[in-house]
């Protein structure tokens, strides 16, 4: 299972619509910005999709993405439990690749 990290939430709406956030970790202080490319409400719970704003997508045209929860309180954190994460993960891959086949 993947470590849980606490971290801390900042929402900005920037030119061209697009969602980015600035993640904090709370440990180190360390400030890590992100893109949201998607989010949806599973089972009750919304996720979202996001990726580093410095990543560039693979050789092979893959990119990788984060999944986070966000809780109650507008606090977002990491998906611990290997069941929820795969049922979410699996929500986003059919969710990109169907994207991506629409753009061909």
Same mark, same amino acid.
């Given at each position: 299972?993947?470590?849980n =990290? +606490? #971290?801390e939430?900042?929402l900005?709406?920037?030119?061209?619509? *697009?969602l980015?956030?600035? @993640?904090?970790?709370?440990e180190?202080?360390e400030?890590f910005?992100?893109?949201? #490319?998607? $989010? !949806?409400e599973?089972d009750? +719970?919304?996720?979202?999709a #996001?990726m580093p704003v410095? *990543?560039?997508?693979a050789?092979d045209? #893959?990119v $990788?993405?984060? @999944?986070?929860?966000?809780?109650d309180?507008d606090?977002?954190?990491?998906?611990?439990d290997?069941a $929820? %994460?795969? =049922?979410v !993960?699996?929500?986003?891959?059919?969710? %990109?690749? *169907?994207e991506?086949?629409y753009?061909?």
């Amino acid at each position: 299972m993947a470590e849980n =990290k +606490n #971290i801390e939430n900042e929402l900005e709406i920037t030119e061209g619509e *697009s969602l980015f956030i600035t @993640l904090t970790d709370e440990e180190t202080g360390e400030e890590f910005d992100f893109e949201v #490319i998607g $989010e !949806a409400e599973i089972d009750g +719970n919304v996720y979202r999709a #996001i990726m580093p704003v410095d *990543s560039t997508a693979a050789e092979d045209g #893959i990119v $990788e993405y984060m @999944l986070v929860k966000i809780l109650d309180d507008d606090t977002l954190t990491t998906v611990d439990d290997d069941a $929820e %994460f795969d =049922k979410v !993960a699996n929500y986003f891959d059919d969710l %990109f690749d *169907s994207e991506e086949d629409y753009d061909a």
